[in-house]
Nanobody, 129 residues
Framework: QVQLVQSGGGAAQPGGSLTLSCAAS????????MGWFRQAPGKEREGVAT????????GYADSVKGRFTISHDPAKHTTYLHMSNLKPEDTGTYLC??????????????????????WGQGTRVTVSS
């Protein structure tokens, strides 16, 4: 059993930066695919970024490539999403998730949110002027 606790988020102006954190506790001594997903009002939840905690391979949605960076600190069991050059369309509720012992390529999990067994509580990100 793994618990994910998110922190960060808030409000930012277009072009600004924001960093989200996802701290894991419980049974964490496994290889995971960690993912960040977001859901905007009136839209379905979409994959934003993924990372394999073992080999550090990553995947990004086309809409955030070059602007967002996902990273993982194994010592702290924490996954981060650094968001820069924020746009209004980045607004939404962001959730982190964990998939134990991933089978597919890391980028493939952007579209496999149903495969994630553990989810954080979510945090809101609002980008507006």
């Amino acid at each position: 059993q793994v618990q994910l606790v998110q922190s960060g988020g808030g409000a930012a102006q277009p072009g600004g930066s924001l960093t989200l954190s996802c701290a894991a506790s419980g049974y964490v001594d496994s290889t995971y695919c960690m993912g960040w997903f977001r859901q905007a009002p009136g839209k379905e939840r979409e994959g934003v970024a993924t990372i394999n905690t073992n080999d550090k391979t990553t995947g990004y949605a086309d809409s955030v490539k070059g602007r967002f960076t996902i990273s993982h600190d194994p010592a702290k069991h924490t996954t981060y999403l650094h968001m820069s050059n924020l746009k209004p369309e980045d607004t939404g509720t962001y959730l982190c998730a964990a998939r134990e012992w991933p089978y597919y390529d890391t980028a493939d999990y952007l579209n496999r949110q149903r495969d994630f067994g553990y989810w954080g509580q979510g945090t809101r990100v609002t980008v507006s002027s």
